[in-house]
């Protein structure tokens, strides 16, 4: 798939494209009846499988900033990386990140940062590579950049019970055992343009990346949004939002910021960027 790309003042974001999957409406935004949707899958039809399903990308972005390189979020992963969740999710088909990622004229040892939005298992699927018994960072000179809140929800025995099959053990927790995972609690610059900050709801540690550079802004924001619908219908409560009013009132409160900024805005699940606009005094995704 042809990366797209977005240059915000310095900053250079490119979308690495890592897998897809349809997911129906019932089993993503259960409480919402079938006939809301309609206005939606009119005005978004790249949004939608059918008439009936979200169409789920998995992204994940390369930014190049002020001599660093940085990627946002890992993807599904393949079947040695994330096997629980390629099979569960991603129907057995392993993720393309990695050759999306030579496409655009990097290796993974480029990446300097790897910077994860939250820590739910479709979001770290190519953090470590295994080899036998032996594991590896996938990005062997990165440090890997989470919330503390993320770690101390999902770093449970229990943790395979939250979506019914385990996935920590295998992506996450080995990035401590290799001594490459820094966990933050606020708001936190990585590069004099690029800032990550809370955006708690969908997980508490979830969080966002504010680019801002040359008088212009970004905000990459992870799953505060799944889907462009949700820039319109913000109490719209998306089935694994851990805090549904948290959520809501997370999406409002970016929505302020981008629209009044005129930022671009990505979202982890939706291709490409967008933007806020209003029509008849209610707020709606405009692609770029
Ligand atoms: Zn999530
Ligand atoms: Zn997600």
Redesign the pocket.
Known sequence: MPHSTLTVGNVEITVLHDSEVALPFNRTFPDVPLESWTPYLERYPDAYSGADSLRVHFECYLLRSQGRTLLVDTGLGNASSNPAVVANIGGGIDGVLLTELQAAGFQASDIDTVFL??L????VGWNVTRNGVNESPTFPNARYVAHEADWAAFDTPLDSQIFGYDWWAETVAPLRRLGVLDLITGETELTGELTVTPTPG??PG?MSMIVNSGGEKAYMM??VFHGPAQVTETDWVFH?DMDPDQAGQTRRNMLDRAESESAAIAI?HHSGFGRVIRESGKRYWQAL
Do not use: E, I, R
């Not at 739910?120 to 979001?123: E, G, L, V, W």
């Open positions: 939005s939250h739910h298992p479709d979001h969908h997980t979830s992870g799953d694994y982890c």
